[in-house]
């Protein structure tokens, strides 16, 4: 494999549920990243990861909790979704923090029912 | 704050056709510029950046754009399109850190035969 990896692809969930989404990179980055994408509206940065330590939380819902355990796996627990959570979540990683191109891959596509 | 204004939605062209698509910013220092484009069901692939030096940056695909800091824009542009080219185009600016980058709500591009 190569790139950024996610699965799965697409998930269908209810509202009680628990799962999560997993990203892999095989670039040898050191920051990774989670956005969400809603129809409509322009991506929306969610969390930043960087050597594993989390340095950003943008006013993300606590039903929303990642995990960095290493510079090369990132996931995204999710919990007690709301049918507004539905959108397709993009992972990235890139060299480091402070380097802003940024390396996508393909998404997972939720729906949330 | 920064922001990115892509201010077609939608923009319909023939193929073989020459391509413009408009991307302005706001933005408080001199910014790092990004195309990404998107296929359905596809992550968000670099087209092409603008960092420093020469204003006119060459990406893959036939792709360039021009930044012009008196206009705040890096419009993108294609002399001639190809049907493959039917995708979602994302303009995006950062400068690398916890901030990430900042998308536009992007331009549909639809390839007329």
């Known amino acids: 494999e190569t790139g950024v990896t996610q699965t799965p692809r697409h998930l269908v969930m209810g509202m009680t549920n628990k799962k999560s989404l997993k990203c892999e990179q095989h670039l040898g980055h050191n920051a990774m990243y989670w956005y969400k994408q809603s129809a409509k509206k322009p991506l929306e940065l969610m969390f930043v990861?960087?050597?594993?330590?989390?340095?950003e939380n943008n006013s993300v819902p606590s039903r929303f909790s990642p995990e960095c355990p290493n510079s090369s796996h990132l996931f995204l627990h999710l919990h007690t979704l709301q049918p507004e959570d539905s959108a397709l979540y993009l992972c990235a990683s890139s060299p480091r923090l402070a380097h802003p191109e940024q390396y996508f891959g393909p998404g997972t596509r939720l729906t949330v029912t | 704050a920064q922001s990115v204004t892509q201010p077609d939605i939608h923009i319909t062209v023939s193929e073989g056709a020459s391509l413009e698509l408009r991307c302005n910013y706001s933005y408080g220092a001199t910014p790092y510029l990004f195309w990404y484009v998107q296929s359905p069901g596809q992550g968000l692939q670099l087209l092409l950046k603008?960092?420093?030096?020469?204003?006119l940056v060459q990406g893959i695909k036939g792709f360039e754009a021009e930044f012009k800091r008196s206009q705040s824009s890096f419009n993108l542009r294609k002399p001639s399109v190809h049907w493959s080219d039917a995708a979602e185009y994302f303009c995006?600016?950062?400068?690398?850190?916890?901030?990430?980058?900042?998308f536009g709500k992007g331009t549909h591009l639809i390839i007329q035969p």
């Open positions: 603008y960092f420093s030096g020469d204003t």
């Open positions: 995006a600016v950062g400068r690398g850190g916890a901030d990430g980058l900042t």
């Open positions: 990861y960087n050597f594993k330590e989390q340095t």
